[in-house]
């Protein structure tokens, strides 16, 4: 059996991998660490299951993949706006005066105005992907993961993740 400490060390091994595919499947950063903490909390009440000798990281992806799914199906449910609310909060955007153009954008770290949408277009054609090919995308592209691992962290065929990523 598993026992917490080694569950910790092998936890903190992939870690970044596990905030990658949170991120991924969430489509926003902000939540991970939620979902992260969620999920040891599940797979330390499941330690018994863990058979040792087998890949942690792909039990792990599992149960972070299902909690990051649990946490965006809750979102979903909790972020629609009734017509009313929506129009008062444009009404507020709408009342608060422009923020002023710093003189030099590239003294305070930002983006030149001619590379200011390339971020946006990005996260935008991501968050038409669906969790699993977003996850297959990002963990490729960030964490370099080869699709055998991609193909055991998120429980579906070599060729499936092979091509999410080629989409």
């Given at each position: 059996?598993?026992?917490?400490e ?22 926003r ?5 939620d979902?992260?903490q ?22 792990m ?5 299902f ?21 008062e ?5 709408q ?11 590239r003294r305070?770290?930002e ?31 960030v ?5 055998s691992?991609?193909s ?16």
């Open positions: 059996m598993l026992t917490p080694a569950f910790a060390r092998e936890f903190q091994a992939e870690r970044r991998v596990f905030a990658t595919l949170a991120a991924a499947i969430l489509g950063r902000s939540d991970a660490e979902v992260l969620d999920a040891c909390a599940v797979a330390l009440g499941k330690l018994d299951s863990f058979q040792v000798g087998t890949n942690f990281a792909a039990w992806g599992q149960i972070v993949r909690v990051a799914l649990n946490a965006l199906r809750r979102r979903q449910g909790r972020e629609s706006l009734p017509p009313e609310q929506i129009d909060l444009w009404q507020t955007a009342a608060v005066p422009p923020v002023e153009e710093p003189a030099d954008p305070l770290g983006l030149s105005r001619d590379q200011e949408h390339f971020d946006d277009e990005v996260v935008a054609a991501l968050a038409q992907l669906s969790p699993t090919a977003r996850a297959c995308l990002l963990l490729r592209a964490q370099d993961l080869d699709y691992d991609l055991r962290l998120l429980g579906i065929p070599e060729g499936t993740a092979m091509s999410h990523v080629h989409r």
